[in-house]
């Protein structure tokens, strides 16, 4: 009897210890199942990165307006220099003498309604601001309606001329502060990547090889060629 005890003994512990050889793995495959919590630093790592990606974002858009900026000043340059080319045509065409003769109140109220249909024309193709309209319909300054069609058609040139150039130099000015916000967003970005890359190599972490092309990336550069300063000084 007691060897049969002893014996059963025996097979009972060897039962017991292939559970808990067997218990042992799980128990470590359910607590790698669950990793430990990110450190200090490795949150600060991942927040810096967020941070870099939504400064990427903001100068991406600021670079792309202020592209816009400059396609806007490169329409304005061009209307402005057709209507100055047009402006001096008129003007040389205006060299010429006029006849002089008495006008009738007809002929007058004529040369009135055509200053005036000229002038609402202009103003519908964004060539005449609403200011100058005004002047025009209350016949202030050189838009007097007894003029020859010939001189009324100068100064409504010129004046077309003289709206493009204020709307050049403001696109001229559009174009300089989107400038600045571009460079402004390219060195806010270029010193979250850095600190992005150091945060991460803290955190004992390796670097891809992406986040170190991107701390280089969106350095900002001088503007090549603007022409909107070297128009601006022509005039």
Not at 23 to 42: I, K, L, M, T, Y
Not at 115 to 127: D, G, P, T
Request: glycine share 2%; hydrophobic share 50%; charged share 30%.
């Amino acid at each position: 009897m007691e060897t049969a005890a002893v014996i059963w003994m025996i097979m009972l512990l060897a039962v017991a210890a292939a559970t808990a050889a067997v218990a042992v793995p799980r128990r470590e495959a359910r607590a790698g199942r669950h990793p430990a919590p990110p450190s200090a630093a490795e949150r600060y790592a991942d927040e810096v990165a967020a941070a870099a990606d939504h400064a990427a974002g903001v100068a991406r858009r600021s670079r792309v307006a202020w592209e816009i900026a400059q396609e806007e000043v490169d329409a304005a340059w061009a209307a402005y220099d057709a209507a100055d080319r047009e402006a001096r045509r008129c003007r040389a065409a205006a060299v010429f003498p006029v006849l002089r003769q008495r006008r009738t109140r007809a002929e007058i109220a004529d040369r009135t309604r055509c200053l005036h249909r000229s002038a609402l024309a202009a103003c519908r193709r964004k060539e005449l601001s609403i200011a100058q309209l005004n002047e025009v319909l209350a016949h202030r300054g050189p838009w007097n309606p007894r003029k020859h069609p010939v001189a009324q058609e100068t100064a409504l040139r010129a004046a077309v001329a003289e709206h493009r150039l204020a709307a050049y130099r403001a696109a001229v000015e559009r174009e300089r502060s989107a400038w600045a916000e571009a460079e402004k967003a390219a060195v806010a970005l270029r010193s979250l990547r850095a600190e992005a890359l150091a945060a991460t190599m803290s955190a004992g972490r390796d670097p891809r090889p992406e986040d170190a092309r991107r701390a280089e990336q969106w350095s900002p550069a001088e503007p090549v060629a603007r022409p909107a300063n070297a128009r601006l000084a022509v005039h």
